[in-house]
């Protein structure tokens, strides 16, 4: 009887605190630049949310991407498992909370090469927060045995959605490739979704190198930080949200 009695009141408390608004779940807005101010020497932020950094003739751009872009340019926003978009979920809903979920965290990186011979990324690029979590860009091989799992048997819908999404990323990725004077090169970079406690974080694009001996191996690189921010906080039942890095 005390035990009926007991697992009673404890509904009866939830009840309460759920009406008077104490369920909540973790809320995380966009990714923006962080202000110009806060940037590194030689950088530039667009209204558009591009951080550009400039030596002489040679920039190298970054920009966050959101999923509504990615679902506009390569559709599948209401497809689902469906979708060939290999960037979102298609639209699918997070069962807890209603939101859309996130596959990655995206970011475009262009690279403008009007100063040198070559340049190349050597290095990873790392996406480093203020709390000490770290996210290194994801690879081709790495996402290709990602997306392979979803890809039942060899032939059918199912793997013609897998070859799609393979496509898409081979032709879209950023790729370490060379660079030469009077090129330009540009694609996606791709983190695993931020856990929800990252609010301010610095993407840095490491080994830029920028000079190469005779033999063509590097003798000059460089590190180049991009400073980002996001809103994080709690959201209640009724819309209403309380940002925990004001």
Known sequence: MKTIQRAALLTTLVALCVGAGCAWRPYTGEVRPSVEAAQGPNMTVADDG????????????????????????????????????????????????????QRFSVFMLGVKNYQYPKVRVLGDIVLEST?????????????????????????????????????ILQSTMFRRQDIFSGQELEGYVLFQPLHTDVSDMTVVVKDLVIRFDYRGEPVEAVDIPFHFEREVGRKFPDGSVELSNR
């Open 131 to 167: 709390n000490e979590r770290q996210y290194y860009d994801l690879t081709m091989k790495q996402l290709d045995r990602y997306f392979r799992a979803y890809a039942i048997g060899y032939r059918g819908n199912e793997y013609g959605v897998y070859k799609e999404r393979r496509a």
């Open 50 to 101: 591009t951080i550009t950094w400039i030596q002489d003739r040679l920039e190298v751009r970054m920009r966050p991407v959101t999923d509504e872009e990615l679902n506009r340019q390569f559709g599948g926003g209401d497809l689902g498992p469906y979708s060939e978009n290999p960037f979102t979920y298609g639209g699918v809903e997070d069962f807890y909370s209603g939101d859309d979920k």
